[in-house]
């Protein structure tokens, strides 16, 4: 079945740091590659998504390349801020004939002053 | 103005207790989902639902029930709750297919004693 590995469970950075966060996906045919972002006390929200090879998605600051060959979809940032402290989660779909969505596990971001 | 909301916000409950999460959308949307959120596995997949009337299992459903009374309504209930179901619940709403992203509600916090 698709699964998503984020490898990253936490990552501390401090401000202006450059950040990566690494998502390899397995799957069938070429599903459209998502990262969400949860702040805390709040639900999922989307950051981007990507759904062709080489496609970059990106939003406030942050980026991501749809790599087919490497089966990734590594989200990046040049300068964090405190304000991206968050939970990431690297998604793909949809599942055949569903409208599932299959997470990774999520990587806690804390970015300090 | 929210277009996923969930009531209760937080729920405590006894072990045997029965518990009855809702959710409601406003994005005129088909697919409805139920997720848990818990450290160390990230979203799994409860139930889901492709419209009125309409359930489909997820990754996770034992010990759960789930009915789609409307398009907008979209409930979880947990007739004999467990410890082990203590955890913070999301529900989301999608267009017709998951290429769309998905829009999460602020969450349930469940905790069962």
């Known amino acids: 079945g698709d699964s998503v590995t984020q490898t990253e469970g936490q990552v501390a950075l401090s401000e202006e740091d450059f950040l990566t966060i690494h998502c390899n996906y397995s799957a069938s045919g070429y599903p459209t590659l998502f990262w969400y972002v949860q702040y805390p006390g709040e639900g999922p929200q989307l950051l981007f998504r990507a759904s062709r090879d080489k496609e970059k998605g990106s939003s406030r600051g942050f980026e991501a390349t749809y790599d087919k060959g490497t089966t990734s979809f590594h989200l990046r940032k040049a300068s964090v801020q405190e304000s991206d402290s968050a939970v990431y989660y690297c998604a793909l779909g949809p599942g055949a004939n569903t409208g599932k969505l299959t997470f990774g596990h999520g990587t806690i971001l804390r970015v300090h002053p | 103005e929210a277009a996923v909301t969930q009531s209760p916000r937080n729920k405590v409950t006894v072990t045997g207790g029965n518990v009855t999460l809702s959710c409601r959308q406003t994005?005129?949307?088909?697919?409805m989902y139920w997720y848990r959120q818990d450290t160390g596995h990230g979203l799994r997949l409860i139930h889901y639902?492709?419209?009125?009337?309409?359930?489909q299992i997820g990754d996770v459903p034992d010990g759960y029930k789930a009915t789609r009374t409307t398009q907008e309504d979209f409930f979880l209930l947990l007739e004999l709750a467990s410890p082990s179901q203590t955890s913070l619940y999301f529900c989301?709403?999608?267009?017709?297919?998951?290429?769309?992203?998905?829009?999460f509600g602020p969450g349930t916090r469940l905790t069962v004693l």
């Open positions: 989301a709403s999608s267009d017709v297919w998951g290429v769309a992203e998905q829009f």
């Open positions: 639902s492709y419209g009125a009337g309409n359930l």
């Open positions: 994005n005129s949307h088909n697919y």
